[in-house]
Structure formats: C-alpha cells, structure tokens
C-alpha cells in the first residue's frame, strides 16, 4: 500500500544519526544521501521494500510534527521492542506513554514501546506474537 514515509527535520545531521541507531536494531544497514537540484538535503532508509526519508522542508519553513500521527516499526521479538526503544532514549530521543511492554489491543495482545525522535515525530515498536 505504502511506497515511503517522508518526515521533516530541522538537524538533517542528527536526525540521521538518531535513525542510523535506531533503525539498526530492526535489521536496517546504511543511508543513503541525497541533495535535490534546489539543495534541499535528504537521507533515505531502505528496507525490505519499505523506505524512511527525511527530508529538510521544501518551504524553507521549520519542520513540525503532525499530530495523531505515529510511525510503527515492526520488530522481531518483545526484547526487539524494548531495545528498540532503549536505543532511541539513549540516542537523544524522549520515551512516551506507557514503559515499553505487553498490552491487549483491538487486534489481540502485542509488544508496544513509544518515543519521540529529536524533532518530536511520534514512533512505535510492536511486536505481535503469533
């Protein structure tokens, strides 16, 4: 359904950073950088078919985050999720809502951590056993 996700960034440099960590622990290898025709500065995460961009705003404007929107990253494991979440933390970003563990959703039980990357996008680490 989904071709990519672009989010905005204020510190293309850190936000790289930042994601290059996180990214790690569910199976991402690299970046890729890239610099459009007007300057605008991105970094592409590729994996399994699926791409992350960031991106500094074509406006020229501060990147803000959106709200109600999160981004879920679907790891391996309940330890994947914790990791993925302690890696954040330890990276620059804000743990959120409940400390990452088990919770009985509208789709059945499954693994859940919360945090917020450096400019505050909302993500998610789930893990559904089968």
Same mark, same amino acid.
């Given at each position: 359904?989904?071709?990519?996700?672009?989010?905005?960034?204020? !510190?293309?440099?850190?936000?790289?950073?930042?994601?290059?960590?996180?990214?790690?622990?569910?199976?991402?290898?690299?970046?890729? !950088?890239? &610099? &459009?025709?007007?300057? &605008?500065?991105?970094?592409?995460?590729?994996? !399994?078919?699926?791409?992350?961009?960031?991106?500094? =705003?074509?406006?020229?404007?501060?990147?803000?985050?959106?709200?109600?929107? &999160?981004?879920?990253?679907?790891?391996?494991?309940?330890?994947?999720?914790?990791?993925?979440?302690?890696?954040?933390?330890?990276?620059?970003?804000?743990?959120?809502?409940?400390?990452?563990?088990? @919770? %009985?959703?509208?789709?059945? =039980?499954?693994?859940?951590?919360?945090?917020?990357?450096? %400019?505050?996008?909302?993500?998610?680490?789930?893990? @559904?056993?089968?």
């Amino acid at each position: 359904m989904f071709n990519h996700i672009m989010i905005g960034t204020n !510190d293309i440099d850190k936000s790289k950073a930042f994601y290059e960590k996180v990214l790690e622990v569910v199976g991402v290898e690299g970046s890729m !950088d890239n &610099t &459009t025709d007007s300057g &605008t500065k991105r970094v592409f995460f590729m994996h !399994d078919g699926n791409v992350l961009a960031l991106s500094q =705003p074509i406006d020229g404007e501060a990147a803000t985050c959106a709200n109600g929107m &999160t981004i879920g990253f679907r790891c391996n494991s309940a330890e994947q999720v914790k990791e993925l979440h302690d890696v954040a933390v330890a990276a620059g970003g804000a743990s959120i809502e409940d400390p990452p563990g088990l @919770r %009985d959703g509208a789709m059945g =039980p499954m693994h859940l951590s919360y945090f917020r990357d450096l %400019d505050g996008h909302k993500l998610c680490g789930i893990y @559904r056993p089968s």
